[in-house]
């Protein structure tokens, strides 16, 4: 590679410095220029109408103001009819319960006073069972023994026992002692099973006359 001779480096050397220096002196000359340039445009007149892409128009405003307002009235008005409807509904059901516990205590008092006649019937027929049974016992009891042996052994079972059973032991003794064999032996049976519980009583095999 061959090296340039310093007389040469000197002639390149000064050639870049004049082109320098000639771009320095052009670079304010251009800008003097730009600046008459933009100075000879005229300038945009007070009240001019903006261009239409940047001027929002009220078409625009009103729809972005009015729609969000539009649609929280209508959830406001949907929102109202709903409570009112849910409440219409409770207060229905409020008093339909109000009613159904008004007739459960009409009831209540209906059956309360059913109760009471049929125990205070209960109550009339026990007593006057009582009192014809008593009045039985002492009928029987004044008869002679064999007189009430013989009327008893013709009666059902059910009121033999019955007025066997209210006796004194003294009097349905002697009673008792005129019977006839089946028959004293069926009254003791059941006089003897009654006093037991319900599901421990055996009647099986025994004959009601």
Request: hydrophobic share 45%; glycine share 4%; charged share 25%.
């Amino acid at each position: 590679m061959k090296f340039f001779s310093l007389p040469k480096i000197i002639v390149l050397g000064l050639g870049v410095a004049g082109m320098l220096k000639l771009s320095v002196d052009l670079m304010p000359m251009a800008a003097i220029a730009e600046a008459a340039t933009d100075s000879a445009l005229p300038a945009p007149e007070v009240g001019a109408d903006l261009p239409a892409t940047t001027r929002p128009t009220g078409d625009i405003i009103d729809s972005n103001v009015c729609e969000p307002s539009q649609v929280i009235a209508d959830a406001i008005a949907e929102e109202r009819a709903l409570l009112i409807t849910q409440r219409q509904e409770i207060a229905d059901e409020q008093a339909r319960l109000a009613l159904a516990e008004e007739s459960l205590r009409a009831e209540q008092t209906r059956l309360s006073e059913t109760r009471d006649e049929i125990a205070a019937q209960l109550a009339v027929i026990e007593g006057a069972k009582d009192q014809d049974m008593t009045k039985l016992v002492e009928l029987y009891r004044n008869m002679k023994p064999q007189v009430a042996a013989g009327i008893m052994d013709e009666i059902d079972i059910e009121t033999a026992v019955e007025v066997i059973g209210a006796m004194a032991e003294r009097d349905a003794a002697q009673i008792m002692g005129s019977f006839s064999l089946v028959r004293a032996r069926l009254i003791t049976k059941i006089l003897l099973e009654r006093s037991k519980l319900p599901a421990d009583r055996n009647l099986e095999g025994l004959r009601l006359r």
